[in-house]
């Protein structure tokens, strides 16, 4: 029976996170192994794929409007992430979505206008997807992927007790855990860390954070399927999430009014 050796499994687990740890804005140590340039070079490449083959918004005041508010949002940033080639491609599709890709890259899809409403609940969106960007997310879930089937062994092993056969025996428990234990509650907790930086962007950008619990009132009216429950879905559920925004209005309200003192009050018209 062939035995592997616990203190080489600690010793291997203990290297890795040595390796690169870094903390996001709200303070959470966060792993990230990937190169933020390679990243960035992804991004801009995927950027001019979809800008190729998207049907992208041409009406110039949609444009303008939405690019004032991802304006406002990138103003408000350290100038490490405030300098980095931000870009805005606004698809002319129904979804009701927006999402980033690494190096800044923004994709609006025009079905998100028809739920927020104003200014003020675009900025949320937008804050949103600025904060992934300035939390490595993208770099941190890029190194989560690299090192799960590297984590599911070691975590097999470990239950295993060391020992090859066992170890056999216990990789699919662990992949389970994988699935269910890490993979998802991760996801989650970036959604929700972007949620409260994004909130944070935009107060201080004089939006009216106020105005993102609006917006999630009406993603939930919008929604067109039943919901997916909470603990299997990637993302927190409209309502925690409006929860989450509520909890922290007192803090972001304090910014807001100091932007509002400091004459920072975006006036985006589409």
Same mark, same amino acid.
């Given at each position: ?16 996170? +040595?390796? #690169? ?16 340039? +390679? ?19 041409? $009406? ?6 939405? +690019? ?9 940033? @350290?100038?490490?992430?405030? #300098? ?5 491609? %606004?698809?002319?599709?129904? $979804? ?9 890259? %923004?994709?609006?899809? !025009? ?8 200014? /003020? ?6 804050? /949103?997807?600025?904060? &992934?960007?300035?939390?490595? &997310? ?10 799960? !089937? ?19 025996? +216990? ?10 234990? %890490? ?28 105005? #993102? ?21 990637? /993302? ?5 999430? %409006?929860?989450?925004?509520? @909890? ?18 975006? $006036?985006?018209?589409?």
């Amino acid at each position: 029976m062939k035995f592997i050796s616990k203190q080489l499994i600690l010793l291997i687990v203990v290297s890795v996170a +040595a390796v #690169s740890c870094s903390t996001t804005p709200t303070g959470r140590a966060q792993l990230t192994l990937k190169s933020d340039a +390679a990243l960035a070079q992804e991004g801009t490449r995927q950027m001019a794929i979809i800008r190729s083959n998207s049907p992208l918004v041409q $009406d110039r005041a949609t444009i303008d409007y939405v +690019a004032c508010v991802t304006n406002a949002i990138v103003g408000t940033l @350290e100038s490490k992430d405030a #300098s980095m080639y931000w870009e805005l491609a %606004i698809v002319n599709q129904p $979804d009701v979505n927006a999402f980033v890709m690494p190096g800044g890259k %923004i994709v609006v899809k !025009s079905g998100i206008l028809t739920v927020a409403q104003n200014q /003020h609940q675009l900025a949320a969106v937008l804050g /949103h997807e600025v904060a &992934h960007v300035t939390a490595r &997310h993208a770099n941190e879930r890029a190194t989560r992927g690299e090192l799960t !089937s590297y984590g599911v062994e070691v975590l097999a092993l470990i239950l295993g007790g060391g020992y090859y056969t066992q170890t056999q025996g +216990a990789y699919g428990a662990a992949t389970a855990l994988n699935t269910l234990g %890490i993979m998802n509650p991760f996801s989650r907790m970036q959604e929700s860390e972007a949620d409260v930086i994004g909130l944070r962007y935009m107060a201080m950008a004089g939006f009216d954070p106020r105005e #993102s619990v609006k917006l999630w009132q009406n993603m939930n009216k919008s929604a067109e399927t039943a919901k997916v429950p909470e603990f299997m879905s990637t /993302h927190p559920s409209g309502d925690a999430r %409006i929860e989450l925004m509520v @909890e922290n209005l007192p803090e972001m309200l304090s910014l807001y009014n100091e932007a509002q003192a400091q004459g920072r009050s975006p $006036d985006c018209q589409r």
